[in-house]
């Protein structure tokens, strides 16, 4: 069976193209819009700014409802820094952000991270 010269190589580009595809926000574009963001401002408001944004997580309480939506923006770091997010092949790291909605109204977010194990105890504690 003969091979063209040409066969590999166009064989490879759509493999390459599908590896070095993004599947977060530009660091610069999520920035750009996170001046934008609010504490108390409504969850649709939050919706239309960050339409790709993704349910984690959400809690009936007695005295109303959280919910908590995920925006993850990527970045190309030369050097890997340790964030569990690399793409090894791409050097894409991705970084994900949580915004927390009480009632509808974002009430904070940052890094999941960045909270304490018992969100419970802050929610209970700051409504009495």
């Excluded at 995920?70 to 915004?99: C, D, I, L």
Aim: glycine share 10%; net charge negative; proline share 7%.
């Amino acid at each position: 069976m003969k091979i063209k010269k040409t066969t590999i190589p166009c064989l490879l580009v759509p493999f390459l193209l599908i590896g070095c595809s993004s599947v977060g926000l530009d660091k610069g574009d999520y920035y750009g819009r996170l001046e934008g963001v609010e504490l108390g401002m409504l969850k649709e408001d939050f919706k239309q700014m960050f339409p790709e944004s993704i349910p984690q997580a959400a809690k009936l309480y007695s005295n109303g409802s959280v919910e908590v939506l995920e925006v993850s923006y990527e970045y190309y770091a030369f050097m890997p820094t340790g964030n569990r997010e690399r793409n090894a092949w791409t050097g894409m790291e991705g970084q994900p952000q949580w915004f927390y909605f009480f009632n509808g109204t974002l009430r904070k977010f940052g890094d999941p991270g960045d909270w304490p194990t018992e969100p419970d105890l802050i929610i209970e504690t700051r409504k009495r």
